[in-house]
């Protein structure tokens, strides 16, 4: 199933569905049906060609682990924020040059994978996912670290400055 170019709105029939694999296809946009998955833990639309997704993503609230590496997305919509549950997240591959400052609401995100963006900075409010023990942000663009983070991710930032330096 690698020539996927477009999902049908019925796919949003899919109410009990807890997993979705839609990974290395040619998908250029999710149909906003996807967001009735309300029981989907679990979503991977890796290696397509995505650049945005619908306004209200964030209805996707029992979604645990959400891989969307190797798209086109450049920015992520605002219902994002109402993620809470997520714990796993990977942007990577994409073509994101910041982030936004709700990405803090997501204090249940353990993993968060954002390497080769175009990020030039991370927003503050990171120090407010208070779960997240594995930050990848290698190849970007970074110019600055969050100077108003918590004190919980002073060794982590301490240690990325001295990779910066080498």
């Known amino acids: 199933m690698q020539n996927i170019e477009s999902l049908p709105v019925t796919t949003g029939k899919l109410s009990n569905i807890t997993e979705l694999n839609l990974s290395d296809n040619r998908i250029?946009?999710?149909?906003?049906?996807?967001?009735?998955?309300?029981?989907?833990?679990?979503?991977?639309?890796?290696?397509?060609?995505?650049?945005?997704?619908?306004?209200?993503?964030?209805?996707?609230?029992?979604l645990l682990d959400l891989d969307l590496h190797a798209n086109?997305?450049?920015?992520?919509?605002?219902s994002f924020a109402n993620l809470s549950n997520l714990a796993?997240?990977?942007?990577?591959?994409?073509?994101?040059t910041h982030f936004p400052d709700?990405?803090?609401?997501?204090?249940s995100m353990q993993i968060l994978i954002v390497e080769t963006n175009d990020l030039e900075?991370?927003?503050?409010?990171?120090?407010?996912c208070s779960s997240l023990v594995d930050l990848k942000v290698d190849f970007n663009q970074l110019k600055a670290l969050p100077q108003e983070s918590s004190v919980r991710y002073y060794g982590l930032f301490e240690y990325m400055k001295g990779l910066e330096n080498e």
Not at 88 to 96: A, P, Y
Not at 102 to 107: S, V
């Open 72 to 78: 086109r997305l450049k920015s992520l919509p605002e």
């Open 102 to 107: 709700f990405i803090g609401n997501l204090t």
């Open 121 to 128: 900075e991370l927003p503050y409010t990171i120090g407010s």
């Open 28 to 62: 250029m946009a999710l149909p906003s049906s996807i967001t009735n998955l309300t029981a989907l833990t679990k979503l991977d639309v890796h290696s397509n060609q995505l650049t945005s997704l619908p306004d209200s993503f964030g209805q996707l609230i029992n």
């Open 88 to 96: 796993n997240l990977d942007l990577s591959s994409n073509h994101f």
